[in-house]
């Protein structure tokens, strides 16, 4: 009986218990179903994003940086090229025990070090200073370092220091050519040639790979080679270069000698028929290898220093100023497509009066009567004056409905006033203002005059020149809402508003020299490489000129060396062999000595060259700049001084 009565108890208790098995069953049941489905879920559709993290774990990848192309001129004489030189790099942060012992065997400051672990964009990152580089990598702080130091940091053993070579720009040139060839920063280009053909000259980086076993022991090795970068062959010559360079060093020398202040200057050589440039020299200028070494603060304040002339500053192509009667050869044109005949007779007094205002020639000289040629041969002021004064009062006076604006339209369609599109970063456009531009101009300056015209220019220190802005803003709130006579005087001189680049005014005469073609100044030739390409410039059309009133301006600036305002710079040049075809020019501004110009191309009769010079404050066209351009054509032609 007993044994009857133990199953009826057993039933009664297994009920809860069955119930909460089966609820457990359930439950590892889901719990299987969801691990198995998570496992499936990774091992395929997740299973690439794994193998890569996986892979990146075991693998280390090291940038192999590509040899930069070098840079060299027309006959391959390397301008820029590479060396190896010992480096320092870090892997920040780096601890102050560390960066402070770096300090004392490197002999820097160890701010300077500091400063150039910071990544640009970074807080506190210093542009010019910062590291440009691939965040992660180690930094490179000291570059071309002498062997004892770089021994003694490695003999150091700094944690996080490496010692190691690496490539350096190096310029073996005779040629200074700093601004031109322009600068690396962090292996890349930041002005002049380097920036402008970087990605040709930087290459492809490769790649080495090291990827470890499940003990962390090396597995195996790959390296993806680094494409090397092209050689850029440009138009330059290294020669003439050295002789620009040289001369128009020698001329600020003299220059100061004779008492002007010769602040700078600048050459341009330049192809007539093709825009290709043989020299373009800058002065002042500095050693390019000062970047190869780390520019110091001090170093990049004598840069931009503007009493110290600005040597980063590439005048060929940056510098602005006023072309005086270089300017005169466009008025020329554009007096004979106003009317005025090339067989005329125009007086040449000493001076003439418009509405009041003396209007001096140079040095108050008269020639008579003479042919608009004798006129740009001696440079005659008055008689262009005159042109200028009777084309204003054709457009209208005042008024000026319906103007024609000749000289202005000239002046543009040679080029000037717009960049000339040169393969160089950087380039100033210059400007030719025509009469609508110089009157929006006084309306947005109207109040400012106005202001000036009663404080004047406290902040100038030189009293003479305060005296002269504070006369010129009195005048503007008086009457500068009027297109004046003395407005368009000026600009048939080359004075005034027009501002231009020696660069655009070699190709002003370029065209002029060639019959009008307006070619594209040029450095690159062609890249090499694994493949070679050639470099073409662009057309930029044709100068709005008749062959025939080019033809006489040809032949007219070819007297100004025989009997003109050039011929005592040109005094003994085989000219009956190489005639040479100039224009000097002397142009004023306020406050200022006056600047030099010459601007000239030869052989006159078959042209080849056009040689460019001026020097800021370096007084009279023929005395300072005319010996610059005489230096570069005996270099040019092969005569011997």
Request: aromatic content about 6%; overall charge neutral; proline content about 6%.
């Amino acid at each position: 009986m007993t044994q009857l009565a133990t199953p009826a108890r057993t039933r009664a208790t297994d009920g809860p218990a069955r119930r909460r098995l089966r609820m457990l069953q359930v439950v590892i049941l889901a719990v299987g179903l969801t691990i198995g489905a998570r496992l499936i879920w990774l091992q395929t559709a997740q299973a690439p994003v794994y193998a890569a993290k996986a892979q990146r774990v075991q693998t280390d990848v090291v940038t192999v940086p590509a040899a930069r192309g070098s840079i060299v001129d027309r006959d391959g004489r390397i301008l820029a090229g590479n060396r190896t030189s010992l480096q320092v790099a870090v892997q920040p942060p780096l601890d102050d025990a560390t960066l402070q012992r770096l300090s004392e065997l490197a002999g820097t400051p160890r701010g300077r070090i500091l400063a150039r672990t910071l990544v640009c964009g970074q807080q506190g990152a210093e542009p010019g200073t910062c590291y440009r580089g691939e965040p992660g990598e180690p930094v490179p702080v000291l570059t071309d370092l002498a062997i004892p130091r770089a021994l003694a940091i490695r003999d150091a053993d700094l944690p996080g220091v490496i010692v190691q070579q690496a490539a350096v720009r190096d310029y073996p040139s005779q040629a200074n050519a700093a601004q031109l060839l322009g600068y690396l920063s962090d292996g890349q280009g930041r002005s002049g040639l380097e920036a402008q053909y970087d990605q040709a000259l930087r290459g492809t980086p490769g790649q080495a790979r090291r990827t470890l076993n499940r003990e962390g022991g090396s597995a195996t090795d790959e390296v993806e080679p680094a494409l090397e970068g092209q050689t850029l062959v440009t138009t330059l010559d290294v020669d003439t270069q050295v002789v620009a360079e040289r001369a128009l060093r020698e001329a600020v020398a003299t220059a100061r000698d004779a008492g002007y202040r010769a602040t700078g200057g600048s050459v341009v050589v330049m192809d007539v028929r093709t825009g290709a440039i043989r020299a373009l020299a800058s002065y002042p200028t500095y050693d390019p290898n000062i970047w190869t070494r780390g520019l110091t603060d001090a170093q990049f304040a004598s840069l931009t220093d503007e009493k110290g002339g600005r040597p980063l500053v590439f005048r060929p192509t940056q510098a602005l100023m006023p072309p005086a009667s270089t300017f005169k050869p466009l008025t020329t044109v554009a007096a004979e497509e106003a009317g005025f005949p090339l067989d005329g007779t125009y007086d040449c007094p000493s001076s003439v009066v418009v509405g009041g205002q003396v209007f001096r020639n140079y040095e108050s000289r008269a020639y008579g009567p003479v042919s608009l040629a004798r006129a740009l041969s001696v440079s005659c002021d008055t008689v262009f004056y005159r042109l200028g004064y009777k084309m204003w009062k054709r457009d209208g006076a005042l008024v000026g409905e319906g103007a024609q604006e000749h000289v202005v339209r000239t002046a543009r369609g040679f080029g000037l006033g717009s960049a000339t599109g040169v393969d160089l970063p950087g380039e100033a456009a210059g400007s030719v203002p025509d009469r609508a531009q110089v009157l929006a101009e006084y309306d947005q300056r109207r109040d400012d005059f106005c202001q000036r015209a009663e404080q004047g220019y406290p902040e100038e220190p030189d009293r003479g020149r305060a005296r002269l802005l504070k006369a010129y803003a009195r005048d503007y709130c008086r009457s500068g809402y009027e297109y004046k006579a003395g407005d368009a005087m000026n600009t048939a001189i080359g004075q005034g508003r027009t501002l231009v680049t020696p660069l655009q005014m070699a190709a002003a005469y370029a065209a002029i020299a060639n019959g009008g073609t307006l070619v594209t100044p040029h450095l690159g030739a062609r890249l090499q490489g694994t493949d070679e390409t050639d470099i073409e410039p662009g057309s930029r059309g044709v100068a709005p000129a008749d062959l025939k009133t080019l033809a006489y301006v040809r032949r007219a600036l070819a007297t100004t060396t025989v009997d003109g305002t050039a011929s005592g710079a040109f005094l003994g040049f085989p000219l009956a062999e190489i005639p040479v075809a100039a224009k000097t020019g002397t142009a004023e501004v306020a406050g200022k000595q006056s600047t030099s110009w010459f601007a000239s191309f030869a052989p006159a009769d078959n042209p080849q060259y056009v040689v460019i010079v001026n020097v800021d404050q370096g007084g009279l066209g023929a005395a300072t700049s005319g010996p610059v351009a005489r230096a570069v054509y005996e270099e040019l032609f092969g005569i011997s001084p």
